[in-house]
């Protein structure tokens, strides 16, 4: 069965300071992965994913994120916080099959100290 | 293009009412979702549907029913809702299994069960 941890509930970060926001995954086969963000008030909307190719992934907003297999890991990082980065942020994971569920972990809120 | 429509988008119940959401996609997806989002907890599947005339549970479908009524639509029904089933329910759909797969989520319903 496949499964998503999410390192810290919850994480502060300067504005202007890195932000690193931890996922882990488990799966028995290599999976897709993704990165949702919700701002307050409303439905998640997709930050970038990695399905196959380069290990590490561009998304939006100035976020990237890096498989590591051997680590199975998929932390996602942006090098400088801005205000308007505050939100929830969601790791998910799904096999690399047609219709097949996504997964998501619990989620990190993200606090932007000014 | 709407995407993801979700009705309503606030709702309260007395405890032992019954409701349903809706949720309509435009977007010719084969497979749509229904989530419960709660406090610590990311997002949990209650049922999904893979394709028009299938559905299958999630991780909580204790209290609820779903239909496919056609390729667009899907809708979740709580027969006699409980206090426990407050939360944000999300409805999303995409194709799982590409390498273009993305979910699209819609607004929300937030439904309080008194």
């Known amino acids: 069965a496949q499964s998503v941890t999410q390192l810290g509930s919850h994480v502060s970060v300067s504005e202007g300071a890195l932000v690193l926001l931890r996922c882990n995954y488990s799966s028995s086969v290599p999976p897709y992965l993704f990165w949702y963000v919700q701002y307050p008030n409303q439905g998640l909307q997709l930050l970038l994913k990695y399905t196959t190719g380069a290990t590490l992934v561009k998304g939006i907003n100035g976020f990237e994120a890096e498989f590591k297999k051997s680590e199975t890991s998929f932390h996602l990082t942006k090098p400088s916080a801005h205000m308007s980065d505050a939100a929830e942020y969601f790791c998910a994971v799904s096999r690399r099959t047609s219709y097949d569920k996504v997964i998501f972990g619990p989620g990190t809120s993200l606090s932007v100290i000014p | 293009n709407a995407g993801v429509t979700q009705t309503p988008k606030f709702q309260v119940l007395k405890t032992g009412q019954s409701m349903t959401l809706q949720c309509a996609q435009d977007m010719n997806h084969n497979s749509m979702y229904w989530y419960r989002q709660d406090p610590g907890m990311g997002l949990r599947l209650i049922y999904y549907?893979?394709?028009?005339?299938?559905?299958d549970k999630g991780e909580v479908p204790n209290g609820y029913n779903v239909s496919r009524l056609n390729k667009r639509e899907f809708s979740l029904r709580l027969e006699s809702a409980a206090p426990s089933q407050t939360s944000v329910y999300f409805c999303a759909s995409w194709d799982p299994g590409t390498a273009n797969t993305e979910a699209f989520f819609g607004q929300g319903t937030r439904l309080t069960v008194v």
């Open positions: 549907s893979a394709s028009e005339g299938t559905t």
